[in-house]
């Protein structure tokens, strides 16, 4: 068991560095630097929330994040198998989860920090704009941003990106191409099913997201016409679901990595 | 170990309706066994099959006495070259090498002294700090084979070990699987090519269509390829009194004459013929020009003990 653990931190390490010289960081880093970028620009200091609400909601937790994690998720095992390098792996006495493993910490390490950054970036310098007293309009355009919204927002970025890698890794240990069933579910069923009135969207990773940007309160977010009439979970109760959910994912993919004989072509 | 390294018991796999292999029964002993068949023949799936990557479709196998997939008590004792030109390009030799160590567990330095020690051993000392990408064909098959053997294992799967090495690196190869075999360890080596393995070993395994058609020694091989059909053609300036002769022996199948100045041989027992022809050309006195003997292809050889 000893010995598990430490070929798992062995393997998180090692995929770490690779991780860190590789074409897809990059590509990572660029989407999640799009957030703050387009924010510092956006942002509009008499009414921060009027940016912040599209630049957390819609384009962070709802876009980059997903992309993010998808892409970065997608390492696990794909490239292993593309480059037929996966036999290499699988005929040493490492066990198949602590490679699975070792490599999903190292993805989620990376995508998790960005984006809890990124979000750092968003939300710190909004929540120091303070709003003279004689512009609050409560619910308005003009309400200063909430308290704790920015801790909120960086754990709930990098929830996000925790639970996209974690989809894309799981996914790479059943299907070739995962970030392509990634992509469909995060951007055409979870973008119809997040959105539709009713208890349906709890079936949505975004609904626990938002559920941890919000904690259960709407607060400057009820202007925001997709959400205002939604009820959310509070935050410990979101991040609770989502743990759930990612154990799962977890050991779905530790199981099928043990069971699945991936055939190479030669 | 003594006894079978290998039993395979009507062992099959197939994937969808394509068959890899078909009711194998094989025993393999310790020392170095030629796994030889033509492109297709089933070679790289039993190997995949004996490294534990993929799980029978039918029958059993047994591995040094273990089911082999996914088994990690296997693979502390077993090391595998695979087929396909696959490295991580962006390391080292000596990298790649001492990753798949760390993997299996050796400490860092114990992992870099044996990486470079496995490296030194098929000749790639003075390349092992250059990065993959940059090796040549030889050098990254010879990297595949420091990885198979660098955690010292007993028991070496070499999927086509010989392939795109030149005849230098080639030789060094086999007196490498010599000196492997001097130390005790037992070797399956595939090919295509009959006289590659044939100068390895004197144990073969002859598959063909996912079938096992021979096993045993090459000589007991031989005696079988000995009844396939041969063709020699000669160029002679009678070509048809030295038909006619050539006719009249017993193991001589057909004659065929090419031109006016050729004729193809088909006989059955090619050294009884080569015996027996001078004293024909020398009652004809046909004016033999030229004469050459078609090497045996492995194919046709295949094709013939399958009828």
């Known amino acids: 068991m000893q010995s598990a653990i430490a070929l798992t931190f062995f393997s998180a390490g090692h995929h770490l560095s690779l991780l860190l010289r590789s074409k897809r960081t990059l590509a990572v880093l660029l989407i999640v630097a799009l957030a703050p970028i387009l924010s510092a620009v956006a942002i509009d200091p008499e009414r921060p929330m009027r940016h912040l609400i599209p630049v957390s909601l819609m384009l962070t937790l709802s876009i980059l994040a997903p992309l993010a994690g998808l892409i970065m998720g997608s390492s696990v095992l794909s490239e292993d198998i593309e480059a037929k390098t996966l036999t290499y792996l699988f005929t040493r006495p490492i066990p198949r989860a602590s490679l699975f493993l070792g490599r999903w910490i190292a993805c989620t390490l990376i995508v998790c920090s960005l984006l809890a950054i990124a979000a750092w970036l968003i939300g710190h310098p909004a929540s120091s704009i303070h709003v003279p007293p004689d512009q609050l309009d409560t619910g308005g355009p003009a309400t200063p941003v909430p308290e704790g919204f920015t801790g909120r927002f960086m754990l709930a970025s990098a929830f996000a990106g925790a639970m996209y890698t974690t989809l894309a890794a799981g996914l790479s240990t059943w299907v070739r191409r995962p970030i392509v069933f990634g992509l469909g579910y995060a951007f055409v069923l979870e973008m119809v099913v997040a959105n539709l009135p009713g208890s349906t969207q709890r079936m949505s990773m975004q609904y626990y997201l938002r559920g941890i940007l919000l904690d259960g309160e709407l607060g400057g977010f009820k202007r925001f016409n997709p959400i205002r009439k939604m009820e959310f979970l509070s935050l410990q109760d979101s991040v609770t679901r989502l743990s759930i959910a990612m154990v799962v994912l977890l050991v779905l993919g530790t199981v099928l990595i043990r069971r699945k004989q991936y055939l190479l072509s030669n | ?307």
């Not at chain 2, 002859?206 to 009844?227: C, D, M, P, T």
Request: charged share 25%; hydrophobic share 40%; net charge neutral.
């Open chain 2, 1 to 307: 170990m003594s006894g079978p390294i290998i039993q395979a018991e009507s062992l099959a796999r197939w994937y969808g309706e394509v068959i890899g292999l078909s009711d194998l029964s094989v025993e393999v002993e310790p020392g170095i066994t030629g796994l030889l068949g033509p492109n297709g023949a089933g070679k790289s799936t039993f190997m995949r099959l004996i490294v534990g990557e993929l799980r029978p479709s039918r029958g059993s196998l047994r591995v040094l006495g273990m089911d082999p997939f996914a088994n990690r008590a296997l693979y502390k004792r077993l090391g595998f070259a695979p087929q396909q030109d696959a490295l991580f390009e962006d390391m080292t030799g000596l990298q790649f090498v001492r990753h798949l160590l760390r993997l299996g567990g050796f400490s860092r330095s114990e992992a870099t002294q044996r990486a470079a020690r496995a490296m030194d051993r098929v000749g790639l000392a003075d390349s092992m700090d250059r990065a993959c990408k940059g090796y040549s064909k030889g050098m990254r098959q010879r990297t595949r084979l420091a990885q198979a053997m660098a955690h010292d294992p007993e028991l070496l799967v070499l999927d086509e070990p010989l392939t795109g090495l030149d005849p230098v690196a080639r030789r060094q190869a086999m007196d490498l699987f010599r000196d492997l075999v001097a130390e005790g360890k037992s070797l399956i080596v595939s090919s295509h090519v009959l006289h590659e393995v044939q100068s390895l070993t004197e144990t073969i395994v002859l598959l063909h269509r996912g079938r096992l058609l021979a096993k045993g020694s090459v000589g007991e091989i031989r005696k079988l390829l000995s009844n396939h059909p041969r063709e020699v053609r000669i160029r002679a300036h009678r070509t048809r009194p030295l038909g006619t002769a050539l006719l009249a022996m017993e193991h001589v199948r057909r004659v065929e004459l090419i031109g006016e100045d050729s004729l193809l041989v088909r006989t059955d027992q090619l050294e009884t013929f080569f015996e027996a022809l001078p004293a024909v050309i020398e009652r004809v006195q046909p004016g033999v020009e030229a004469m050459t003997s078609s090497d045996a292809d492995l194919e046709s050889v295949f094709d013939f003990l399958v009828q």
